[in-house]
Each structure stands twice: as structure tokens, then as C-alpha cells.
Nanobody, 115 residues
Framework: EVQLVESGGGLVQPEGSLRLSCAAS????????MSWVRQAPGKGLEWVSI????????GYADSVKGRFTISRDNAKNTLFLQMNSLKPEDTAVYYC????????WGQGTQVTVSS
């Protein structure tokens, strides 16, 4: 069974940095594109970033461009999101997302950006 487990969230000050990880299992990780999606309090789901299977194609939402970096380590079945220059509006639950015939989601990790 597909399993996605996020970690690395927490409380951070504005302009601070955080790195999120997503440990994947139950499928051939290296064959699939992976995404990060977030949900701010009281808001809907917002796509953040996507990376294809070999890291050759990457995309970001305009709101995070220049601040966030998505990457993956296929040998370790792990997806990452490096978040720099964090803003209060980045506060959200961050989810690891996979489409492999259907939608798969991790449990989410809370990121809170506050003074």
C-alpha cells in the first residue's frame, strides 16, 4: 500500500527557514512525479510545487517562487521542500501528494510562521 509520511514542520520566525521531508513507500518512487500542496487556516488546498521522476522538470506556485526549492532523492525514496525567507502567509499544513491512478496524500505537517 502507498504510504507518504511528512516531517520537518514546526514553528519558525519570519525570514526563517525550514526543510520538509516526505518518506515514500509502497510504490516505485523513481517512476512518479511528486508534489507539495498546502492548506492555510480557513482556506482551500493550494498547489505549491511539482517535480518529475528524474528532477528534470520542476514547477512552483508564484507565491513561493524564489524562496522554496523542491528536490528528491530517488535512492532514499524521499521528497524534500526547502523553504527559505518564510512569511506568515506560508502558515499552513503541508501535504506530500502523488497521482498514481488515484490521488494519494500524506498526513500533513504543520508549518507556523510567526513572531
Amino acid at each position: 500500500e502507498v504510504q507518504l509520511v511528512e516531517s520537518g514542520g514546526g514553528l519558525v520566525q519570519p525570514e526563517g527557514s525550514l526543510r520538509l521531508s516526505c518518506a515514500a513507500s509502497g510504490f516505485t518512487f523513481s517512476s512518479y512525479a511528486m508534489s507539495w500542496v498546502r492548506q492555510a487556516p480557513g482556506k482551500g488546498l493550494e498547489w505549491v510545487s511539482i517535480i518529475n521522476s528524474n528532477s528534470g522538470s520542476i514547477g512552483y506556485a508564484d507565491s513561493v517562487k524564489g524562496r522554496f526549492t523542491i528536490s528528491r532523492d530517488n535512492a532514499k525514496n524521499t521528497l524534500f521542500l526547502q523553504m527559505n525567507s518564510l512569511k506568515p502567509e506560508d502558515t499552513a499544513v503541508y501535504y506530500c501528494y502523488l497521482y498514481a491512478g488515484r490521488n494519494y496524500w500524506g498526513q500533513g505537517t504543520q508549518v507556523t510562521v510567526s513572531s
